[in-house]
């Protein structure tokens, strides 16, 4: 049974920095494409930023380049994102999910890519 984890969400100010990590299990890790979407009230699902399998590219989305980081373990089957100078428009669900890749530096940028998801961590950042 394949289980992402979402942890690391909360309250927040703008600038402030949150760090989300995403615990998988029940998968060959390794084998999967990562990505976080995140999905604030009434709108739907976004891209936020992905990571190819062995963790050598990575994408993003406009509204976060220069502001978020994805990174990923293999070793201990995590991934996570690092969330700098938060604004109020970054308010959201988040959401990891693993997709499978077998093209080695595939990022996947569209949900209909992944096969798994996380439930979802709550950020909130206010002004």
């Known amino acids: 049974q394949v289980q992402l984890v979402e942890s690391g969400g909360g309250l927040a100010q703008a600038g402030d920095s949150l760090r989300l990590s995403c615990a998988a299990s029940?998968?060959?890790?390794?084998?999967?494409?990562m990505g976080w979407f995140r999905q604030a009230p009434g709108k739907e699902r976004e891209f936020v930023a992905a990571?190819?399998?062995?963790?050598?590219?990575?994408n993003y989305a406009d509204s976060v380049k220069g502001r978020f980081t994805i990174s990923r373990d293999n070793a201990k089957n995590t991934a996570d994102l690092q969330m700098n100078s938060l604004k109020p428009e970054d308010t959201a669900v988040y959401y990891c999910?693993?997709?499978?890749?077998?093209?080695?530096?595939?990022?996947?940028?569209?949900?209909?890519?992944?096969?798994?998801w996380g439930q979802g961590t709550q950020v909130t950042v206010s002004s």
């Open positions: 990571i190819s399998r062995g963790g050598i590219r990575t």
């Open positions: 999910a693993a997709g499978m890749s077998l093209v080695g530096l595939a990022v996947l940028r569209t949900p209909r890519e992944y096969d798994y």
């Open positions: 029940g998968l060959t890790f390794s084998s999967y494409a």
